[in-house]
């Protein structure tokens, strides 16, 4: 971060971004369910397997984040999500994006906008993003438990997903802020 800082001008705020997709589909997890003692409880899952991808980022310290869901994971998704991160990111401030190395993620084929510079987490090392905390949120909260009936209810209920963590920042910073990252 140093040397990004370096190459920036002096008085240039630093936003820390955090990026990440979430496959969303037919196939879907079961969560955990109070019952009664003794009791089994039912969940509905569901065999097939049509499916989204929501690209999601978040910057904790101010409580926001840009997402699209896309039916493809590929390098075109990550060039729009990169766009739509630039448009979030406050006015001349730069963004430092940290990602994992997915291919789609580190191609030179993207073109990454001026006010974003993309850096690497080491590889695998998911527990290191923030991002997967807000899937496993999203998932249990809102997305796991339910058998969807089409490609479009996906998406719908996805987006519907993202929307809702977007109304609570607070849950944004709770969820996302990292002492290690955010104290410099």
Known sequence: MAEIRAK??????IELWWQDEARIGQKNG???????????PRAPKDQRTKSAYIFGAICPARGVGA???LPRCNTQAMQWHLDEISSQVTEGAHAILILDQAGWHTTDK?????????????P???ELNPVENIWQFMRDNWISNRVFKSHDEIVAISSEAWNKL???????????????????
């Open 110 to 122: 993207l073109s990454v906008p001026c006010n974003i510079t993309l850096l690497p987490l080491p």
């Open 8 to 13: 920036l001008p002096a008085d240039t705020e």
């Open 67 to 69: 997402a699209l869901v």
């Open 166 to 184: 977007i109304d609570q920042p607070w849950r944004i910073l709770s969820i996302g802020l990292r002492d290690w990252a955010h104290g410099f």
């Open 124 to 126: 695998r090392s998911p």
């Open 30 to 40: 079961i969560t955990r369910r109070w019952a009664k003692r003794g009791t089994r």
